[in-house]
């Protein structure tokens, strides 16, 4: 089956680490995105990267990095610059960033301590 | 600035027909999309409007005005399962999809 997964659903850190984010996707898509959603809360975009070893900011990516090298893959890592990394983290796909279609991951529910 | 306005809560009664709205206010405009969330899961796409007029998809249409910035979701026959946050969302010049912070919308049996 074709489809986006994140992993893990649960993630707990202590305040201070460095966490990383998996989400892998073999739709064959070339855009990839990470949004942030906060209780009430829309969905807010962190990074998003249109093809591999390319990526842009999108409107609070700080204390945030990704990387892009392979096609499937789209790690984010919250650092500890993040001053409040606590939120569930949404990662989708599109078949390119001309296309407003997007596919959700499940989710990654992080809670720093 | 850039921004989608839509009710943070709606409540209908099952079997009825809900109308949740979006207003937006964006830097170039290719459509209007809609998304839904269930607590906890992740969105989902329902529809697109690029063009006015009404899409229909089973119990589920969406409407859009491009003159007066406008669209909305509607949703028939409604179901307990309807039960979910609505997304509108629209994808700017930038190629930056914007999302609205969410319709709550609540069914009663």
């Known amino acids: 089956d074709g489809g986006i997964t994140q992993s893990p659903k649960y993630l707990f850190r202590k305040e201070g680490q460095n966490v990383t984010l998996s989400c892998e996707q073999n739709?064959?898509?070339?855009?990839m995105y990470w949004y942030r959603q906060d209780p009430g809360q829309g969905l807010r975009l962190i990074y998003y990267?249109?093809?591999?070893?390319?990526?842009q900011k999108g409107d609070i990516a700080e204390g945030y990095s990704v990387s892009r090298e392979k096609k499937e893959s789209f790690p984010l890592t919250v650092t500890s610059a993040q001053k409040n990394p606590t939120a569930f983290y949404l990662c989708a796909s599109s078949i390119d960033t001309n296309t407003d279609t997007q596919y959700f991951g499940p989710g990654t529910r992080l809670t720093v301590l | 600035g850039q921004s989608l306005e839509q009710p943070s809560e709606v409540t209908a009664v099952e079997g009825a027909i809900v109308q949740i709205n979006c207003t937006y206010q964006t830097s170039g405009f290719y459509g209007l999309s809609w998304y839904q969330q269930h607590d906890g899961g992740a969105p989902t796409f329902l529809s697109y409007n690029a063009l006015d007029g009404l899409e229909e998809t089973g119990r589920f249409s969406s409407f859009l005005s491009r003159s007066d910035s406008y669209g909305y979701l509607l949703l028939q026959e409604l179901q307990m399962k309807d039960s979910a946050s609505y997304f509108c969302a629209v994808r700017n010049r930038d190629d930056k999809i914007i999302f609205g912070k969410g319709t709550r919308l609540h069914i009663l049996p």
């Open positions: 739709l064959n898509h070339d855009a």
């Open positions: 990267s249109q093809i591999v070893n390319d990526f």
